[in-house]
Structures are given as C-alpha cells and as structure tokens.
C-alpha cells in the first residue's frame, strides 16, 4: 500500500503564511507527478500546485504569485509553500502523487493516490 502523510495545515490570519508538506511511504517505488489540490466549502476540488518529477510545476490561477512548490526525490516529499495568504484560500488541502508502486513480489503499477486532506483556515 501507498501512503501519503500531510502535515503543516492550521489556522492563520490574513497576509500570514503556511508550510504544507506530504511525503509518500510504504509500497511506492518512483514518483512522477506530486502536488496538492484544494476543495473549499461547496466547491469543486481545483488545483492549486503540482510538480513534476524534473521540476516542471504548474499553479491554479488563484494561487499563481503567492504559492511555491517544491519536491525532494529522494525523499518522495513535496511541499507547498503558501505566502500572502487571504480567506478565499481556506479549504482541505490534499495531497496528490501519481507514480509506480510495488505490486506482488515482481510486478509494478502505475497509480493515483491521494492523502486524507489537511485543513487550511484563514481568517480576515
């Protein structure tokens, strides 16, 4: 089994910032594509940072400017960076990984996984 850790969510005000971190443990092998989505009260799930096992990144929109992410290989952990930050940006922040997992003693598999959410609040 593949599990991703979230760690860093929390309260903050308006203009603070925050660390978000997710490391992926247990049967996985590689990972290609990590990153964090968010889901706000009543809304759809939307990106908000994804990282690509070379450093390619792309950002929501409504992040672009204020969020930074970031990835350590070796450790299959990512981190979101969050600065500036205002109410609009509270939501449950999971964490995303796409890569290749052990299956059995000699095969692999290429999967999603995705992390139980930590809450960001930010209060105005």
């Known amino acids: 089994q593949v599990h991703l850790v979230e760690s860093g969510g929390g309260l903050v005000q308006a203009g603070g910032s925050l660390r978000l971190s997710c490391a992926a443990s247990?049967?996985?092998?590689?990972?290609?594509?990590m990153g964090w989505y968010r889901q706000a009260a009543r809304k759809q799930r939307e990106l908000a940072a994804i990282?690509?096992?070379?450093?390619?990144?792309n950002y929501g929109d409504s992040v672009k400017g204020r969020f930074t992410i970031s990835r350590d290989n070796a450790k299959n952990t990512v981190y979101l960076q969050m600065d500036a930050l205002n109410p609009e940006d509270t939501a449950t922040y999971f964490c995303?990984?796409?890569?290749?997992?052990?299956?059995?003693?000699?095969?692999?598999?290429?999967?999603?996984?995705w992390g139980q959410g930590t809450q960001v609040t930010v209060s105005s």
């Open positions: 995303y990984a796409q890569g290749w997992a052990k299956v059995g003693d000699n095969s692999q598999r290429l999967d999603a996984y």
């Open positions: 247990g049967s996985i092998l590689s990972v290609n594509r």
């Open positions: 990282i690509s096992s070379g450093g390619d990144v």
